[in-house]
T-cell receptor, first 117, second 115 residues
Framework: GAVVSQHPSRVICKSGTSVKIECRSLDFQATTMFWYRQFPKQSLMLMATSNEGSKATYEQGVEKDKFLINHASLTLSTLTVTSAHPEDSSFYIC?????????????FGPGTRLTVT | AQSVTQLGSHVSVSEGALVLLRCNYSSSVPPYLFWYVQYPNQGLQLLLKYTTGATLVKGINGFEAEFKKSETSFHLTKPSAHMSDAAEYFCAVSDRPSGNEKLTFGTGTRLTIIP
């Protein structure tokens, strides 16, 4: 149990376009989902925390108008990178957790590699 | 505020040798501690976690870690390294056990296994 998927696994987009990344909890309901960004050979940086049905809480320094997060249901959260630029190229990882039986840890998705050309 | 320090960004051990990855934390409240492993181009997989109770925690793949409050440490060990252990390892801390709480990660340690 406790499987989290991300789609797509890899995406290449042109500078100036927007790209949406989906994070789904496949076999449990996630009241909370987290979005992380990871640069090559570096640690994970938390971008934002999203709770189902409410606005995401962004970490300091993360542009909320650029990284749009929606958590419309207990199994789906989306991250939209708007007007992407090459510096947005990164590995984006989501995690989920929070509901009964899944309280004690976060479950991570496999990540999405975004390349902006 | 919480923080995690992982000493040694790169660790190399011979196959069959002891693996020791170091993690020290800072927390104003009793911490909940985690070790995750990441293989190339993949997400994170939980190796083990400490919440409360027994301070020696056993995880998957033969790994274990010991919570030492006096030393504010949570080092990860494995008695005998296997080639498949080569990966990036992250220590993390939160102030509650809940999946609702954000994790603070260390900078990671890349483990290389020498044949």
């Amino acid at each position: 149990g406790a499987v989290v998927s991300q789609h797509p696994s890899r995406v290449i987009c042109k500078s100036g376009t927007s790209v949406k990344i989906e994070c789904r909890s496949l076999d449990f309901q996630a009241t909370t989902m987290f979005w992380y960004r990871q640069f090559p050979k570096q640690s994970l940086m938390l971008m934002a925390t999203s709770n189902e049905g409410s606005k995401a809480t962004y970490e300091q320094g993360v542009e909320k108008d650029k990284f749009l997060i929606n958590h419309a249901s207990l199994t789906l959260s989306t991250l939209t990178v708007t007007s992407a630029h090459p510096e947005d190229s990164s590995f984006y990882i989501c995690s989920a957790g929070g509901t009964s039986g899944y309280l004690h840890e976060q479950y991570f998705g496999p990540g999405t590699r975004l390349t902006v050309t | 505020a919480q923080s995690v320090t992982q000493l040694g960004s790169h660790v190399s051990v011979s196959e069959g040798a002891l693996v020791l990855l170091r993690c020290n934390y800072s927390s104003s409240v009793p911490p909940y501690l985690f070790w995750y492993v990441q293989y190339p181009n993949q997400g994170l997989q939980l190796l083990l976690k400490y919440t409360t109770g027994a301070t020696l925690v056993k995880g998957i793949n033969g790994f274990e870690a010991e919570f030492k409050k006096s030393e504010t440490s949570f080092h990860l060990t494995k008695p005998s390294a296997h080639m498949s252990d080569a990966a990036e390892y992250f220590c993390a801390v939160s102030d509650r056990p809940s999946g609702n709480e954000k994790l603070t990660f260390g900078t990671g340690t890349r483990l290389t296994i020498i044949p």
